[in-house]
């Protein structure tokens, strides 16, 4: 059972499609992990492009998706709570396999420093039992509150 649903998510993140890529939020210690699934289907738009007759997702879509799990763990966190929060940078990613059309993806994300308005967490996407993708993203999370 989830314990977040696309509602929930959009409830706290800005983004909404088509560049929401998560589904639902399978576990969340509050300021510490998370993880998150994104089901991958033919239906993606990018796909149209990227590409044609062999569609993969894109690397950087993947790396957009694991910023947007790591923004509803920080987000979630009391003293950031209607906030927005920024990929501030992306750390030594490494793409280990394709990521395909019927692939289930599985994002688990680590806090692993909070200072202020800013982190840094590690993150790893994962097909099955397969590593896809694996980075460290900085984040900052804007001071004002979001409309």
């Known amino acids: 059972m989830a314990v977040m649903n696309a509602k929930e ?12 890529f998560i589904d639902r939020v399978d576990e969340m210690v ?4 998370i993880v998150a699934t994104k089901n991958v289907t033919i239906n993606e738009q990018y796909f149209q492009g990227h590409f044609p007759g062999n569609p993969v997702m894109p690397g950087v879509l993947i790396i957009e998706s694991m910023a947007q799990v790591a923004s509803i763990l920080i ?3 009391p ?5 927005t929060a920024y990929l501030g940078s992306i750390k030594n990613a490494k793409f280990r396999r394709m990521v395909e059309p019927g692939d289930v ?3 688990k994300v ?11 967490v ?3 996407a994962w097909v099955g039992d397969e590593k896809a993708c694996e980075t460290k993203l900085t984040f900052i999370v804007d001071e004002k509150e979001r409309e």
């Open 9 to 20: 998510i959009m409830d706290l993140i800005p983004n909404r499609y088509p560049i929401l």
């Open 75 to 77: 987000l979630s966190s």
């Open 105 to 107: 993806l599985t994002f």
């Open 79 to 83: 003293a950031f709570e209607h906030k």
């Open 110 to 120: 680590k806090m692993e420093k909070v200072r202020d308005h800013a982190g840094l």
């Open 122 to 124: 590690a993150c790893e």
């Open 30 to 33: 509050p300021d510490e992990s």
